[in-house]
């Protein structure tokens, strides 16, 4: 019987949506994962009797869900998922978040399981992407996907155990800045505990005839990021701003192992869109938590900028 902790995922990138292809990589980092071969097959509540023969067998499709340590190389697959391929101008890439047009994203062959155990999803595509922070800890990232089909395929062999960096909160600067002022202009040292970024996509499966969905479509994009932070005289200013008025607020989240060679930042912008509860705990001192819905604001002109700096020429 196959070891549960042998479990690996293979990533093979499709250009067709029905498509899959041999898996190129082995994602770095992955903690958790699962595959769901979702379906509505069912018995119908025939009248005149207490349980029908009659079957209905509806389409198959898949869901995944994958946790995995952040990495300055392989967090490339999860943005190529989320806002399509992008290439290297000067050593690094910038993913911008779409306002009016959506770029096509990367579609994966996902390849999970372990020998004896082998499945694989055709048409595998990033609906949901979550970066998490905690102080003195790694920086973890999640995904949600929906894909075409689930098949029972072997796991492509002999792929390399690729070098990859981790991204650690000690590598860590925080920013908060009003918006119309630059990201990056006002540090916040030791007062981000906790943070997390959640982009839900609203990409879904368009289920027509056929025993798989045809094709799949995109929805309204919601982000939100959520900052747990130390009750300081910094936290305090902006939740007695949001007393009288809205708050509003350029966040840059900035990770710099090795200047100009691994380099993650994260520019967001955000409106306080939630209630804001007094107050939160942490070790006896006082938090609190504060939700930033996304926000198009000055002077970068859009919601989300993320910019890396890896080394990787071509996503293997």
Known sequence: MPATHL????????????TPVAATSILRGVTDGSITLNHNDAVVEELGRSVSDLVVVSQRHAEGEVELQCTYEDILYGLFGLFGPVSQIGGSRTFNAPLTSYAAPQIYTVEYGATGAEYRVVGGIVSEWTLSY??????????????????????????????????LSRHASWFVDPIGTAHGTTAVPGTVIEAELTINTNRHLKMFEGAQPLDWGEGRWEAQLTLTAEFNATAKAWVDALLTNRVARNIRAEFIETASTRELRIDFVGLIAEPVELFGDRDGNMTVELTFNALVAGPLNNWLQIRTINGVATLP
Do not use: C, D, K, Y
Request: positive net charge.
């Open 7 to 18: 479990r690996r995922i293979q990533l093979g990138q499709q250009t067709t949506f029905s």
């Open 134 to 167: 905690e102080a003195n800890a790694g920086v973890m990232e999640s995904w949600s996907l929906i894909g075409r089909s689930v098949q029972a395929n072997a796991l492509t062999g002999s792929l390399p155990t690729r070098n990859v960096t981790p991204v």
